[in-house]
């Protein structure tokens, strides 16, 4: 079984108290206080993927969550690979994760989510 999306992976337990976070924490929620939350789940499902002894099929999201982990530094492969997830969880929950800035410009709570796992273990005062 192919497994294509974080439910999958996870599992609907899981995945459905992600979405019910979600509904309640973005529509009053801080874009920096939510994407690590979010950050947060996709390390979790990269766990789950690491714990888990299947060896994915290659056309899968447990297969490019491992190849990111093993090899991949390429932060653009890394939001390709990640960023539809994380919309999709966002569609999911049925909330907004396009927001406006008080300057009137554009950003998405899911592409800060994406840096935010791929810069988790980075940190500025090492």
């Known amino acids: 079984m192919k497994k294509k999306t974080l439910a999958d992976v996870v599992g609907k337990p899981t995945y459905d108290v992600w979405i ?13 206080r939510l994407a690590p ?19 994915p ?16 530094d390429d932060g653009g492969v890394v939001m ?3 960023l539809p997830l994380v919309t999709q969880l966002f569609k999911d929950a049925n909330v907004k994760y396009v927001r406006t800035s008080s300057h009137d410009k554009r950003y998405s709570i ?17």
């Open 20 to 32: 019910e976070m979600l509904r309640k924490l973005v529509p009053g929620g801080r874009t920096h």
């Open 37 to 55: 939350i979010v950050a947060g789940m996709l390390h979790y499902t990269l766990n789950t993927v690491l714990k888990s002894n299947d060896h």
């Open 57 to 72: 099929p290659k056309n899968s999201i447990a297969y490019s969550l491992l190849k990111i982990d093993e090899e991949c």
């Open 80 to 82: 390709k690979t990640l």
């Open 110 to 126: 899911a592409e800060t989510a994406v840096h935010e796992f791929i810069n988790w273990y980075n940190y500025p005062w090492e």
